[in-house]
């Protein structure tokens, strides 16, 4: 089992794995300036943000219109050329690695917000629009575009897309796929298909939109996108509770939940990550306590305020050390920015950061925590935990230095139990983050082969050639 792999270059020096008339078609198809194959150009591209993890890719292809996109996939179906389609490049499961080199198609070229319209509740974007330019965008005419990774500022839309990305509002507003009304998608084969659309019912055909929604890249080029948006709550508020043990963290998320609150937010962070943020950020966390607990709403004011109370009264019941409510939105953010910045505090601990993303039933939360810190101390690991509490989502977290002898063995075979043990308590191995390259050993384990051979058999439909990103989502 290997789950992190450094993935030599397949072949020579970048570009020269292609032949050059198809170099020449793809320089004539999107200009000279937008096929990059220098190693200088292309080595950004040979890798996302997933540390262990690198592929070369032969060339890097920046198109700038739909029709673009169609004149590469037909020339690299007819040549066999792989082609791996990427956004920001920001995902954290090796999704964007040209692991069989050829092409990487880069879609950051096609940035605009197309239309936001507040009469018909949706905008319509190009692919490489970052999600926080949507969601400002949306904002300024007083609408809430939803979902909001931690990435918002860099990730695409057409990457949250393909990923189905969450972030800290999943639990009361959902995820990506929630938001997905249409798609302008490129097969691999050269042709453009239009799926749903502008309308909030449509159920004509196979709903392909959904299909596309988390394909990571495997079944057609995503190049512009419907999403739907809601009216932008009036007020929110933020409340942090500090509790003994993770456990009595999880027993107040159980218990908001079950008394009918649905919070906007509900994160957590363990005491490691408590302390590496506080040595980050200076917040004045607790760094005693084993458990901080977010919490926090959006809507009316009235609302806003009744719901925090509630949610402070319950954390204050189940035994938290100590509750504060934010008196402000300055405070909000400082406290909202605790848990954002989770991943740059531990990243500080050591060379190597392996951020993790497993999701358990809710109720079986902190069990999943109490085994995460059993495996980390048989496996002689430093790991720390955090995640959306209210998604039953974990984002654990293992950081070494790779000088250190087997340091990295002993992280993979820790995240191996973490996986299992998830799928054990009726889990998944992904919430958020995706399958990519990282977590292909144990897709199989978690569909089953009906599944996966089904899987197959859509992928041979959409791309008889093989060509996207091959060899991902269990192709
Ligand atoms: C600091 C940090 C915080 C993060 N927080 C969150 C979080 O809260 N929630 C969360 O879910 N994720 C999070 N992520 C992970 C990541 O940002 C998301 O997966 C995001 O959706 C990736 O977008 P991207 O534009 O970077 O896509 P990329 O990484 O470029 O690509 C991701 C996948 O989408 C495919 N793809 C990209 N563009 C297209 C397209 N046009 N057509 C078809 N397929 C395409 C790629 O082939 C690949 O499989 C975080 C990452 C970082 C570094």
Known sequence: MSATTDLPPRRGPAGQGLPDDVLAELRGIVGTAHVLTSDGDVEPFSRDATPLFRARPDAVVLPATTAEVSAVLTLATRRGVPVVPRGAGSNLSAATLAEQGGIVLVLTRMNRVLEVSSAELLAVVQAGTTTATLGDTAAAQGLLYAPDPGSRTVSTVAGNVAMCAGGLRGLKYG????????????????????????LWKDVAGYDLTRLLTGSEGTLAVITEITVALLPLPRTSGTGVAYFGTLADAGRAVDQIISDGVLPATLEFLDRRCINAVEDFAKLGLDRDAGALLLFGDDGAPDVVTGSLRRMA?????????DVTLARDIAESDALLAARRCSLPALARLAPITMLEDVTVPRPK???????IDAIATRNDVV??????????????TIVFDPTDGDARVRAEAAFDEVFRTAMALGGTI???HGVGAAKRPWLAERLGADQIALLRRLKQAFDPAGILNPGKLGS
């Open 430 to 432: 992904t919430g958020e």
């Open 175 to 198: 995820v990506t796929r929630n938001y997905v009304l249409g798609l302008e998608a490129v097969l691999p084969t050269g042709e453009v298909i239009r799926t749903g659309g502008r």
């Open 365 to 371: 939360l902190a069990e999943m925590v109490d085994r």
């Open 383 to 396: 790991c720390a935990t955090f995640g959306h509490a209210g998604d039953g989502n974990l984002h654990p």
């Open 313 to 321: 009264d319950t954390c204050q019941a189940v035994g938290a050390r």
